[in-house]
C-alpha cells in the first residue's frame, strides 16, 4: 500500500502556473503603490526580515564549506552565527575601550578647545574698527535709527518713561488691555513602571530587532533549501528556467557586492588608522575600525567617519597643523578608494547605475530610516534582476541598472535628428578610436540611416527631419575624413632622381570616376555620401549625385564620359522594382560598358537578397555594406589591388597612432 501510494506520488506531474496575461500600466502602478504602502507600514516586521536575509546571503558560502567538511547542517550553522556574534562583542568591547580612554581625556581637550576659540577671539579684536563685520553691523544699526525717526515709531525695547506724579502701574490709555496671566499646567506623577516604559522602550529597541535578526538568520541558514523551493513556487514554477536564473542572478550580485564591500572598507579604515597614528590622533584603532564599518552605509558612512577624528584634532592640538593634516588624510584615502580601489574591484558588481545608488539611498532611507540606508544597494540590486527577467517589471533595469539602453546607432540617430553634431561626432570618434571607417561605416553610420530610413517608411520622420540627419551625417564624415588621408597621398621615400637625359615622364592618368547616386530621397543620398567619401580615402574620385538628376527628364544632361562605374544607395531592400527601372535607365544612358553596383544597406548579406536583386535588377554586383562594395569595385577593375592595400595599411596605422 506505502510503495503504491509513493508510486503515485512520484507520478504526479509537477503543477504548471497557467499563463498570466500582461497587466495594464494602471495595474502595475496601483501595484507598486500598494507594494510602497506596505513596505512602509510594515517597517516593524520587514527591516528584521530584510537584515536576516542580507546575513544568511553572507554566512551561506561559510555554512556550505564547513558542511563539506562533514560537520552537519545544525553544528555548521550554529558554529558560524557563534563566530560572527562572538566577533561583534569583540568589535564591540574594543570600541567601549577607546570611548572610555577617550572620555578620560576630554578636560584636557576642553582646555584646548578653550584657548583655540580665545585665540581667534583675540585675533578678530586685533582686527579694530576695520573689521568688515563690525562696519557692516555699525552701519545696519545706524540705518535702523534714521528709519525709525522718518516713521516716528519707537523701539518696542525700549519703556516709555513716566511721568512725574503718576503711577508706574497704571494704564496709559484707557484701552490698554491688561497683561495675560500665566498658567502652569502640572503633570501627576508618573508611576514606575511608565518611567521604565518611556526610559527602557527605545534603549531596548535594537536588542529586540538584533534578537529577531539572530533567530530569523538562524532559520534561513538552517532551512534555507526549502526556503528556495518555496519562493521558486511562489514566483513560478511553471518557467523553472527563468526563475531559476533571476535567483542566482540576484544571489551572486549581492554576494558579489558584499565580498567587494569588505574588502573596499578594509583598504579603506586601515590607511585611515595607521595614517591618524602617524599624524599623533589619539585613539587611531577606533576611528580606523569605525571607519571600515561605517563605510557599509552609502554617502553618510564616510562623512561620519571622517567628522569625529578631524573634531578630535582641533580638540587634541593648540595649534592648526594637525586638523590641516587629518583632513588632508580623508580626502587623499577618500580619493584613492573612489577612483582606484572602488573601479578596480566592483566592475559590474552590482549593475546598477550612479544615480539609481543616490535615488534607492533616498527612498529606502525614506522607508526604513538609517536600516534602509544600509540595505539600499542590496535591494535595488534585487530590484534590477526582477526587472531584468520579469517583462513586466522591465521598466527597473531600465531606470536603475547600468546597462546601455540605447544602442550607438540610435543614439546618433537621435543626436543627427535633434541638430546636434558636437555629441554625434564624439559616439562616431569612440568607435573610431578602435575600428576603421568601413567599420564605423558599416556597424553605426549605415544602421543610424536605416533607423531614419524605417521611420519614414512608417511616417513618423518629417522632410524637416530628413534634412536634418542628412545635413548631420555629411557634416559628421567631413570630420571623421579629416583624420583618414587618402590612399597613395603621403609616401616616406623621395622622388626618384632621373638622368637629364631620360625622356620627360607621361602625365599620371587621372584616377577613375564613380558616381554614387542617392536613389530615391536625402537618406539614399547620404549613404550615397558615405560611400563616395570611403571611395575618397582609396584614391578614386567619387560624386554624389542626387536622385532628382537621374529622373527621366534629367539624366540626358549627366555627363557619360570618364565615368568607370555607377553605385547606386537604397536604405529600403524592398525597393527592387525601383530599383530595375532605374538600371535599365543607366544602361541606356550609359552603355553597357560602365558596370553599375547596386548596394542594399539594409539587406542581410547572408539572406537571399543579394542574388535575388542581381537577378531582379539585372545590376552587374549587389552589395550590402561598404567593406563589400569596396570588393566588388575591386572585381569591377575600378579600384587597383593595391589601392586597396593602401587603404587597408592606412587604417592599420591609424589604429596603431
Same mark, same amino acid.
Given at each position: 500500500?506505502?510503495?503504491?501510494?509513493?508510486?503515485?506520488?512520484?507520478?504526479?506531474?509537477?503543477?504548471?502556473?497557467?499563463?498570466?496575461?500582461?497587466?495594464?500600466?494602471?495595474?502595475?502602478?496601483?501595484?507598486?503603490?500598494?507594494?510602497?504602502?506596505?513596505?512602509?507600514?510594515?517597517?516593524?516586521?520587514?527591516?528584521?526580515?530584510?537584515?536576516?536575509?542580507?546575513?544568511?546571503?553572507?554566512?551561506?558560502?561559510?555554512?556550505?564549506?564547513?558542511?563539506?567538511?562533514?560537520?552537519?547542517?545544525?553544528?555548521?550553522?550554529?558554529?558560524?552565527?557563534?563566530?560572527?556574534?562572538?566577533?561583534?562583542?569583540?568589535?564591540?568591547?574594543?570600541?567601549?575601550?577607546?570611548?572610555?580612554?577617550?572620555?578620560?581625556?576630554?578636560?584636557?581637550?576642553?582646555?584646548?578647545?578653550?584657548?583655540?576659540?580665545?585665540?581667534?577671539?583675540?585675533?578678530?579684536?586685533?582686527?579694530?574698527?576695520?573689521?568688515?563685520?563690525?562696519?557692516?553691523?555699525?552701519?545696519?544699526?545706524?540705518?535702523?535709527?534714521?528709519?525709525?525717526?522718518?516713521?516716528?515709531?519707537?523701539?518696542?525695547?525700549?519703556?516709555?518713561?513716566?511721568?512725574?506724579?503718576?503711577?508706574?502701574?497704571?494704564?496709559?490709555?484707557?484701552?490698554?488691555?491688561?497683561?495675560?496671566?500665566?498658567?502652569?499646567?502640572?503633570?501627576?506623577?508618573?508611576?514606575?513602571?511608565?518611567?521604565?516604559?518611556?526610559?527602557?522602550?527605545?534603549?531596548?529597541?535594537?536588542?529586540?530587532?538584533?534578537?529577531?535578526?539572530?533567530?530569523?538568520?538562524?532559520?534561513?541558514?538552517?532551512?534555507?533549501?526549502?526556503?528556495?523551493?518555496?519562493?521558486?513556487?511562489?514566483?513560478?514554477?511553471?518557467?523553472?528556467?527563468? =526563475?531559476?536564473?533571476?535567483?542566482?542572478?540576484?544571489?551572486?550580485?549581492?554576494?558579489?557586492?558584499?565580498?567587494?564591500?569588505?574588502?573596499?572598507?578594509?583598504?579603506?579604515?586601515?590607511?585611515?588608522?595607521?595614517?591618524?597614528?602617524?599624524?599623533?590622533?589619539?585613539?587611531?584603532?577606533?576611528?580606523?575600525?569605525?571607519?571600515?564599518?561605517?563605510?557599509?552605509?552609502?554617502?553618510?558612512?564616510?562623512?561620519?567617519?571622517?567628522?569625529?577624528?578631524?573634531?578630535?584634532?582641533?580638540?587634541?592640538?593648540?595649534?592648526?597643523?594637525?586638523?590641516?593634516?587629518?583632513?588632508?588624510?580623508?580626502?587623499?584615502?577618500?580619493?584613492?578608494?573612489?577612483?582606484?580601489?572602488?573601479?578596480?574591484?566592483?566592475?559590474?558588481?552590482?549593475?546598477?547605475?550612479?544615480?539609481?545608488?543616490?535615488?534607492?539611498?533616498?527612498?529606502?532611507?525614506?522607508?526604513?530610516?538609517?536600516?534602509?540606508?544600509?540595505?539600499?544597494?542590496?535591494?535595488?540590486?534585487?530590484?534590477?534582476?526582477?526587472?531584468?527577467?520579469?517583462?513586466?517589471?522591465?521598466?527597473?533595469?531600465?531606470?536603475?541598472?547600468?546597462?546601455?539602453?540605447?544602442?550607438?546607432?540610435?543614439?546618433?540617430?537621435?543626436?543627427?535628428?535633434?541638430?546636434?553634431?558636437?555629441?554625434?561626432?564624439?559616439?562616431?570618434?569612440?568607435?573610431?578610436?578602435?575600428?576603421?571607417?568601413?567599420?564605423?561605416?558599416?556597424?553605426?553610420?549605415?544602421?543610424?540611416?536605416?533607423?531614419?530610413?524605417?521611420?519614414?517608411?512608417?511616417?513618423?520622420?518629417?522632410?524637416?527631419?530628413?534634412?536634418?540627419?542628412?545635413?548631420?551625417?555629411?557634416?559628421?564624415?567631413?570630420?571623421?575624413?579629416?583624420?583618414?588621408?587618402?590612399?597613395?597621398?603621403?609616401?616616406?621615400?623621395?622622388?626618384?632622381? =632621373?638622368?637629364?637625359?631620360?625622356?620627360?615622364?607621361?602625365?599620371?592618368?587621372?584616377?577613375?570616376?564613380?558616381?554614387?547616386?542617392?536613389?530615391?530621397?536625402?537618406?539614399?543620398?547620404?549613404?550615397?555620401?558615405?560611400?563616395?567619401?570611403?571611395?575618397?580615402?582609396?584614391?578614386?574620385?567619387?560624386?554624389?549625385?542626387?536622385?532628382?538628376?537621374?529622373?527621366?527628364?534629367?539624366?540626358?544632361?549627366?555627363?557619360?564620359?570618364?565615368?568607370?562605374?555607377?553605385?547606386?544607395?537604397?536604405?529600403?531592400?524592398?525597393?527592387?522594382?525601383?530599383?530595375?527601372?532605374?538600371?535599365?535607365?543607366?544602361?541606356?544612358?550609359?552603355?553597357?560598358?560602365?558596370?553599375?553596383?547596386?548596394?542594399?544597406?539594409?539587406?542581410?548579406?547572408?539572406?537571399?537578397?543579394?542574388?535575388?536583386?542581381?537577378?531582379?535588377?539585372?545590376?552587374?554586383?549587389?552589395?550590402?555594406?561598404?567593406?563589400?562594395?569596396?570588393?566588388?569595385?575591386?572585381?569591377?577593375?575600378?579600384?587597383?589591388?593595391?589601392?586597396?592595400?593602401?587603404?587597408?595599411?592606412?587604417?592599420?596605422?591609424?589604429?596603431?597612432?
Amino acid at each position: 500500500m506505502a510503495e503504491d501510494t509513493a508510486r503515485q506520488l512520484q507520478a504526479r506531474p509537477i503543477p504548471v502556473a497557467k499563463a498570466v496575461p500582461p497587466a495594464s500600466a494602471q495595474t502595475t502602478l496601483l501595484i507598486i503603490a500598494l507594494v510602497v504602502a506596505t513596505l512602509y507600514l510594515g517597517a516593524d516586521i520587514l527591516v528584521p526580515i530584510a537584515l536576516a536575509v542580507l546575513l544568511s546571503f553572507v554566512l551561506t558560502p561559510a555554512v556550505s564549506r564547513l558542511e563539506r567538511l562533514r560537520l552537519g547542517r545544525i553544528p555548521s550553522v550554529l558554529l558560524v552565527v557563534i563566530l560572527v556574534f562572538a566577533g561583534l562583542a569583540g568589535f564591540g568591547m574594543v570600541v567601549g575601550s577607546q570611548i572610555g580612554d577617550l572620555a578620560s581625556n576630554l578636560p584636557t581637550y576642553q582646555r584646548n578647545i578653550h584657548t583655540k576659540l580665545e585665540s581667534l577671539r583675540l585675533t578678530a579684536a586685533s582686527a579694530g574698527s576695520g573689521g568688515a563685520m563690525k562696519q557692516a553691523t555699525d552701519a545696519f544699526h545706524d540705518l535702523r535709527q534714521e528709519f525709525e525717526k522718518v516713521t516716528g515709531q519707537q523701539d518696542p525695547s525700549q519703556n516709555p518713561p513716566t511721568t512725574a506724579g503718576a503711577s508706574p502701574t497704571a494704564p496709559s490709555t484707557p484701552t490698554a488691555e491688561r497683561e495675560p496671566v500665566p498658567v502652569r499646567v502640572e503633570q501627576p506623577n508618573s508611576s514606575p513602571f511608565e518611567i521604565a516604559r518611556d526610559v527602557l522602550g527605545p534603549a531596548l529597541a535594537p536588542f529586540a530587532t538584533a534578537g529577531m535578526v539572530l533567530v530569523l538568520t538562524i532559520f534561513m541558514l538552517l532551512q534555507r533549501e526549502d526556503l528556495r523551493d518555496r519562493l521558486i513556487r511562489l514566483a513560478g514554477s511553471g518557467d523553472l528556467s527563468r =526563475t531559476t536564473e533571476a535567483m542566482n542572478d540576484a544571489g551572486e550580485r549581492v554576494s558579489r557586492y558584499l565580498l567587494m564591500q569588505c574588502i573596499v572598507n578594509v583598504t579603506y579604515g586601515f590607511p585611515i588608522g595607521v595614517g591618524l597614528w602617524l599624524i599623533g590622533v589619539p585613539n587611531p584603532l577606533l576611528w580606523g575600525l569605525l571607519a571600515t564599518v561605517l563605510r557599509f552605509i552609502p554617502f553618510l558612512g564616510p562623512v561620519i567617519s571622517a567628522a569625529f577624528p578631524i573634531l578630535l584634532s582641533f580638540a587634541v592640538d593648540t595649534g592648526w597643523t594637525l586638523p590641516l593634516l587629518c583632513i588632508g588624510l580623508f580626502v587623499a584615502v577618500e580619493l584613492f578608494s573612489n577612483n582606484v580601489v572602488e573601479p578596480w574591484l566592483y566592475g559590474s558588481a552590482t549593475g546598477l547605475s550612479s544615480l539609481a545608488i543616490i535615488v534607492a539611498a533616498v527612498f529606502w532611507t525614506t522607508l526604513w530610516g538609517p536600516v534602509g540606508l544600509l540595505l539600499a544597494t542590496p535591494l535595488t540590486v534585487c530590484l534590477v534582476v526582477l526587472g531584468r527577467h520579469v517583462p513586466q517589471l522591465h521598466f527597473l533595469e531600465v531606470m536603475l541598472g547600468d546597462r546601455q539602453v540605447l544602442p550607438d546607432e540610435a543614439k546618433l540617430y537621435q543626436r543627427l535628428l535633434a541638430r546636434d553634431p558636437i555629441e554625434a561626432a564624439e559616439i562616431a570618434e569612440e568607435r573610431m578610436a578602435d575600428s576603421s571607417l568601413p567599420e564605423v561605416g558599416d556597424t553605426l553610420l549605415l544602421p543610424a540611416l536605416s533607423l531614419a530610413e524605417q521611420d519614414r517608411q512608417r511616417g513618423s520622420l518629417t522632410a524637416d527631419g530628413r534634412t536634418a540627419v542628412a545635413e548631420g551625417m555629411a557634416a559628421l564624415l567631413d570630420e571623421l575624413t579629416e583624420s583618414v588621408p587618402a590612399a597613395g597621398k603621403t609616401t616616406d621615400k623621395a622622388p626618384a632622381q =632621373t638622368p637629364e637625359s631620360a625622356a620627360p615622364a607621361e602625365p599620371a592618368a587621372p584616377p577613375p570616376l564613380v558616381l554614387c547616386i542617392g536613389a530615391r530621397n536625402d537618406l539614399d543620398q547620404a549613404a550615397a555620401d558615405l560611400l563616395a567619401h570611403l571611395l575618397q580615402t582609396h584614391g578614386v574620385r567619387a560624386d554624389v549625385i542626387p536622385c532628382e538628376k537621374v529622373a527621366v527628364r534629367a539624366i540626358a544632361s549627366l555627363g557619360a564620359s570618364g565615368v568607370a562605374a555607377v553605385a547606386l544607395s537604397y536604405l529600403n531592400p524592398s525597393a527592387l522594382p525601383h530599383a530595375r527601372r532605374l538600371v535599365r535607365r543607366l544602361r541606356l544612358h550609359f552603355g553597357p560598358r560602365v558596370p553599375i553596383l547596386l548596394c542594399l544597406w539594409s539587406a542581410h548579406p547572408e539572406a537571399d537578397a543579394p542574388d535575388r536583386a542581381t537577378a531582379e535588377t539585372a545590376a552587374d554586383r549587389v552589395a550590402t555594406n561598404l567593406t563589400g562594395a569596396v570588393a566588388h569595385l575591386g572585381e569591377l577593375d575600378v579600384l587597383e589591388p593595391g589601392d586597396a592595400e593602401a587603404g587597408e595599411d592606412v587604417d592599420a596605422e591609424r589604429k596603431t597612432a
